[in-house]
């Protein structure tokens, strides 16, 4: 283990707009929990919330109010107009419903479900929509006569949902919760659209986060400050705050790094890219990271950083100076010290049970195991690091974790962030939960393998197991093979029927447009998905469209899968997607309308009897097969027909 560092260079690690709202994304608490553990000054802060908690207050409104009036008239959208119309209304309202999604103040719940107590903008329209009876409650199919804490968050949510309407609407129409200006980054070959961005005149959203930048900087006088950027939506915001440190604290050295840099920015070659950042570093964070400190306190030449890019003479560089990663068991519990861990937001905007998690509740994220033990998924990006270096640590480090965690935070839900938690793993780990008496609540994402016996689901409910999630991705045994899933349908019924029995939720990831997908696959695959719904393996799941990266097994050798890929421009940016030519000639975008609307009925236990042809006559303009799929099969392959 490499030594303590005696190092006073402070780091600032900075979470960008936008990742979530209920929870912190963990990276930062990752990167400052290890550099603490080297005795390195590091602390972090969350500026998506600090951002969304200054739009939505009674100062941040008013400043919305004042953008939106300058906006002509005959140019307002519904929600700018309702928002208008209802602005006093808003203003008494919005600290008492941040609070209450707090959790500061539940006993609002009741005059929230009252229905008099929100201004209603058009995002409301979708309660009535959910009337599936003759009560004159439209909710009451989902809460139930009780239920009024969960029917008021939900109320709540759609409050908020109006008022990022009105900051889309009105401020910037980039703007969402949960991304922001996804588009100028995401599989972007030239650095052009985010420079035009960036070089606009700053809107209200951007001044507002120059403001939070700059008192961050005045509390923490960070020498280095770190931007870890999961996503594309949070890019165009990582780079304005950088622009706001490089214009305001020119001394202060800036670092780009997170699962955006790792995916996107391995071919980087441009070079205005350093005119807000000084360094771009790939991968695990923590070896670059000690490189990159030891250089900046003159204890390592730039020849000797690791993983990392910068400009030299006008012209961009990689340097990899081969150094052994730090080992997972070394990278030490993540803290959330200096995060508001109280002021998150629990949302509720999907009423289905397992689908809400994922913005419903503040989990302390954990991960298992580094990398996926796996690695053969031909849509996946195995290449990559975060994929291919599979490490684990023992049972008994990650329930200390999981204790430091409990003991910093106070809170005992865990959601394990890992690609895909390996069986053996989850085993010694409940049992190192129970042999403790750790009592938790959590849930994570596995792979649907016939190792998660019956007995094994009930072992994982026992540890506190709430909630998994695992690919199904096309339902066709065909196109599992095609894609090296390792699973089948017939398998994952009886895997997922196991962890449902032992009262465990269960979501299933589901995908369409998979190269020589045909239009009867998809029937067939939708027929799969209703059948694990009504037999109640699956609570849950979402349906995602291919996408071939340049990272992938399809990427790499389309011939393999039947495809041809489109020759990609010039890159000097950003490179992920890539598009290809399917010879099926298959409308997908048409299916996936259709899937995703069978789906989300489905998940609210509706039409789970009708016959799946008729969500796609809506959409498909040709004769509809009949599914090959015995309308029994998963009932039989459960044991139990009929």
Avoid at 231 to 253: K, L, S
Avoid at 485 to 491: A, C, I, L, Y
Avoid at 541 to 552: D, E, L
């Amino acid at each position: 283990m490499t030594a303590p560092s005696s190092a006073s260079l402070r780091v600032l690690s900075l979470i960008p707009p936008m990742t979530q709202l209920n929870t912190p994304y963990p990276s930062t608490a990752y990167i400052t929990g290890f550099l603490r553990s080297r005795s390195i000054p590091a602390q972090q802060e969350d500026l998506a919330l600090a951002l969304v908690l200054r739009l939505l207050s009674k100062d941040g409104l008013a400043r919305v109010l004042d953008a939106v009036l300058d906006i002509p008239k005959k140019q307002r959208s519904p929600a700018l107009r309702s928002f208008i119309h209802h602005y006093e209304h808003y203003q008494r309202t919005i600290a008492p419903v941040i609070a209450f999604l707090q959790g500061r103040d539940t006993t609002l719940a009741h005059r929230i479900v009252s229905r008099s107590f929100l201004p209603e903008g058009p995002r409301f329209a979708s309660v009535d929509a959910y009337t599936i009876d003759d009560s004159n409650d439209p909710l009451a199919w989902a809460f139930g006569a009780l239920g009024t804490h969960d029917r008021a968050r939900h109320l709540a949510t759609l409050y908020l949902n109006d008022l990022a309407d009105v900051l889309r609407d009105g401020i910037d129409e980039r703007f969402e919760f949960v991304r922001y200006a996804e588009s100028l980054a995401i599989s972007q070959p030239t650095f052009e659209p985010l420079a035009q961005a960036l070089a606009a005149p700053p809107n209200l959203i951007d001044r507002e986060l120059a403001e939070l930048t700059l008192a961050a900087l005045s509390r923490h006088q960070p020498d280095l400050v770190l931007l870890s950027v999961p996503f594309p939506g949070a890019v165009y915001a990582a780079f304005r705050i950088a622009q706001t440190i490089r214009a305001n604290h020119p001394h202060i050295r800036t670092a780009l790094g997170g699962g955006f840099a790792n995916t996107e920015l391995r071919e980087l070659k441009e070079g205005r890219v350093f005119d807000y950042f000084d360094f771009v570093t790939l991968d695990s964070g923590e070896r670059p990271l000690l490189a990159l400190i030891d250089h900046l306190e003159g204890k390592r030449s730039a020849e000797r950083l690791v993983r990392t890019f910068v400009r030299e003479n006008g012209k961009v560089r990689y340097i990899n100076f081969p150094e052994p990663d730090v080992p997972f068991e070394e990278w030490g519990a993540p803290t959330w010290d200096g995060l508001p861990i109280h002021d998150y937001l629990s949302l509720l905007d999907m009423l289905n049970p397992m689908h809400r998690l994922w913005s419903d509740g503040r989990w302390n994220k954990l991960t298992v195991a580094h990398g996926c033990y796996w690695k053969k998924c031909s849509f996946c990006d195995i290449t990559l690091d975060y994929i291919s270096r599979y490490e684990t640590a023992s049972a008994e480090i990650l329930v200390d974790r999981i204790e430091a965690i409990i003991a910093e935070t106070g809170q005992t839900g865990f959601h394990f962030v890992d690609e895909a938690a390996p069986p053996k793993m989850l085993k010694a780990l409940a049992e190192e939960l129970l042999r403790r008496g750790v009592t938790i609540s959590w849930w994570g994402n596995i792979r649907f393998e016939k190792s998660f016996t019956p007995e094994l689901c009930q072992l994982l409910a026992d540890s506190g197991c709430i909630a998994i999630s695992g690919g199904l991705e096309v339902a066709s045994d065909r196109l599992l093979t095609l894609m090296k899933k390792g699973v089948s349908v017939e398998q994952v019924a009886r895997v997922t029927a196991g962890f449902s029995q032992a009262g465990i939720l269960v979501h299933a990831y589901l995908m369409y447009g998979f190269p020589t997908q045909t239009l009867q696959d998809t029937v067939d695959a939708l027929e799969y998905v209703r059948q694990l719904f009504a037999e109640g393996c699956i609570q849950s799941g979402f349906f995602h469209r291919f996408a071939c990266t340049v990272h992938s097994p399809v990427g790499k050798s389309p011939e393999e899968y039947g495809v041809k890929l489109i020759p990609l421009p010039e890159i000097s940016f950003a490179t992920n997607d890539i598009g290809f030519i399917d010879p099926t000639g298959v409308d997908h975008d048409a299916l996936g309308r259709a899937l995703n609307k069978a789906l989300y009925n489905y998940m609210h236990g509706l039409c789970l009897d009708d016959d799946v042809r008729g969500w796609f006559a809506e959409f498909v303009d040709a004769r509809i097969p009949k599914p090959r799929v015995a309308r029994q099969f998963i009932a039989r392959a459960l044991g139990h027909p009929g």
